[in-house]
């Protein structure tokens, strides 16, 4: 079993509709969690970090369940520009350290 | 603010050959990390960094690879010789000692023939 899994999709959805992804980790001793968008032959980008109580950014809403060890990236009233692969990142350390990447949940919003 | 430097962005090589990866991290940041990244594997963390010296280094798919970090703002991966498998876009990415998240720079894109 992998330490960090997600649903590679890919999901293709329409402009404007609310689109969720969630990821599974396997070590319930994990400590900070994140969204990273990577958008085609580029690097990826922090989306935002992921809090226990749960954190918005505009259109974006992250989710942390420890219980069930797994976090969920919601994206609301989707954009065209939305449309990349989203990884889910989880760390051992609330500092820099070893983190394992997922390989990623593929988006593409169509007109 | 520039972000993390590589060098050089495209490599082409023979299968044989040695190739040096090169890496300027964020200044002022503690960790370095570097990465392979392949359609069948995702994005794999190969080594890192405190403070330039080596952490872990078990993601090193062999001893083909070396990777080193002489100072601060530079790090160099290295594979001798290379061989089609390695073909792959490798990026490096640093942090600084208080965060978790990662600043990757844009990727070398390596193919073997």
């Known amino acids: 079993r992998k330490e960090v899994e997600q649903d590679p999709g890919p999901f293709n959805v329409p402009e404007g509709a609310t689109v969720a992804f969630n990821c599974t980790y396997s070590n319930s001793a994990s400590q900070s969690f994140f969204w990273y968008r990577q958008d085609c032959r580029k690097e990826p980008k922090l989306l935002m970090s992921v809090y226990s109580s749960g954190n918005e950014d505009g259109r974006f809403t992250a989710q942390l369940n420890r219980a069930s060890q797994y976090i969920s990236l919601l994206i609301r009233d989707s954009k065209l520009s939305d449309s990349a692969t989203y990884l889910c990142?989880?760390?051992?350390?609330?500092?820099?350290?070893?983190?394992?990447f997922g390989d990623g949940t593929t988006l593409t919003v169509k007109p | 603010d520039a972000g993390v430097i590589q060098s050089p962005r495209h490599e082409v090589t023979e299968m044989g050959q040695e190739v040096t990866l090169r890496c300027k991290p964020i200044?002022?940041?503690?960790?370095l990390f570097w990465y392979r990244q392949t359609m069948m594997r995702g994005l794999e963390l190969l080594i890192y960094?405190?403070?330039?010296?080596?952490?872990?280094d078990s993601g090193m798919p062999e001893d083909r690879f070396s990777a080193k970090m002489p100072n601060a703002s530079f790090s160099t991966l290295k594979i001798q010789p290379s061989e089609p498998r390695d073909s792959a876009v490798y990026f490096c990415a640093s942090s600084p000692a208080d965060r978790a998240d990662r600043f990757f720079g844009p990727g070398t894109r390596l193919t073997v023939l």
């Open positions: 990142v989880v760390n051992f350390a609330f500092n820099a350290g070893k983190s394992t």
């Open positions: 200044s002022g940041h503690d960790y």
């Open positions: 960094f405190n403070n330039n010296v080596p952490i872990d």
